[in-house]
Nanobody
C-alpha cells in the first residue's frame, strides 16, 4: 500500500556534498514524522535527522550544522542535504516515515530500502 524509496547515495570526497531523497508512493492520506537513520558496519543504527508534518526539525549532534532535512511542497518527498562530509558519515542511510492511508484508520511506520553513502578520498 505504501512504499518508500531512497536515492541519491554514492561516493563523495571528504568536504563534499550529497543530497538524499526519500520518495513515498501509494494511497497516502498524510505523511507525519519522517526520520533519516544511518548504519555503518559494526555500528549501531543512528537517527541523524527528523522533520514533522509542520516542518519542525531535529538533528543528531554528529551532523548538526552540516546536514539539513526538508520536505517538498507536495509532501511526498523528504530530502537530506549533506555538506562538509566526513569519512565517519559513511553508512547505509534509511528513511522512516509515519503515514496514514485512504484505506486504513491507523497510522503506521514505513521504512525504505536504504542507499549507500561512502565518503573517501
Amino acid at each position: 500500500q505504501v512504499q518508500l524509496v531512497e536515492s541519491g547515495g554514492g561516493l563523495v570526497q571528504p568536504g563534499g556534498s550529497l543530497r538524499l531523497s526519500c520518495a513515498a508512493s501509494g494511497s497516502i492520506f498524510s505523511i507525519y514524522v519522517v526520520d533519516w537513520y544511518r548504519q555503518a558496519p559494526g555500528k549501531a543504527r543512528e537517527k541523524v535527522a527528523s522533520i514533522t508534518d509542520g516542518g519542525a526539525t531535529n538533528y543528531a549532534d554528529s551532523v548538526k550544522g552540516r546536514f539539513t532535512i526538508s520536505r517538498d511542497n507536495a509532501k511526498n518527498t523528504v530530502y537530506l542535504q549533506m555538506n562538509s562530509m566526513k569519512p565517519e558519515d559513511t553508512a547505509v542511510y534509511y528513511c522512516n516515515a509515519t503515514i496514514s492511508t485512504y484505506y486504513s484508520d491507523t497510522i503506521e511506520d514505513y521504512w525504505g530500502q536504504g542507499t549507500q553513502v561512502t565518503v573517501s578520498s
